[in-house]
């Protein structure tokens, strides 16, 4: 991808600055007024800033599905993360980028779509809202995930056992973790205690922390003396997150999901997978995810 102007978009309010590709339409940079950046610059352990998944989050078993007795191709994470967006609108502060169905799309997944993409710069933090339409005569079974990827340590010097997670509320119900990239059968424990995830490598050793039944709607992700990182979501119903095993990349992401990869065993219809959205011919459906930036707190 040459780097041109029509490539990317960049956008501040002279206490942050983010950049935005329109290939996959990622979050490609996100600074404060410092100039420290707080997303994974795409380093050899993982090649990706912070991807969109859609049409599916997850694996399919085989990275195969059926619908109407048809059967479809459909690789990790559907093919969003890897087409490049429309620009909508630009400015000073944000921009809006659009998907839309076409030919390509239709030999993997035959339904007619929109998928907008709103990033606005607030006072303190980046807003994207996600807005999914179906223009077709039938029910468009979709899914849809951020996978921002999150410098980890915050900030150099910092070992990465000195950051947490702490969730709005208490996380008691039991996680589901991924095997050979589909959703386990088996379930552990919450590794969440007193709302609190005690960071460290080997959590992820295995892979992902799926939080399939989840209370919280913002997440709090600090270090010892860094700034505090919150992620914030409306109309996402689970949460991912996962590095690389064994501490490979510098980064966490925190991951805002509607929908997950396949359960194991699960073999039946798009249409019936679960946590898939069914959306109503001629309607549509918006998200939200946030990142905000906060001072350091005191104790952490």
Known sequence: MTDSADDRHIMTNGRMTAEVLAQGAELCSLRDAEGREFIWQAGPAWPRH??????????????????????????????????????????????VLRLEDDPETHSRYPFPFGLELHYRLEADGLTLRYVISNPGESALPAALGAHPALAWPILPGVPKEEHELRFARDETAPIHGVAGGLLTAAVHPSPVHDRVLALRTELFDAD??????????????????TPVIEVAWEGFEQLGVWTKPGGEGDFLCIEPWHGYASPEGFTGDLTDKPGMMLLPAGTQRELQWSVRLLPPESGV
């Open 50 to 95: 912070s991807p969109v998944l859609f049409p599916i989050v997850g694996r399919l078993a085989e990275d195969s599905y059926s619908h109407d007795g048809q059967r479809y191709r459909l690789t990790q994470h559907g093919f969003a993360r890897d087409r490049r967006f429309a620009w909508v609108a630009r400015d000073a502060t944000g921009c």
């Open 208 to 225: 992902a922390l799926v939080f399939t039944t989840l209370s919280s709607r913002s997440v709090r992700f600090s270090g010892r003396g």
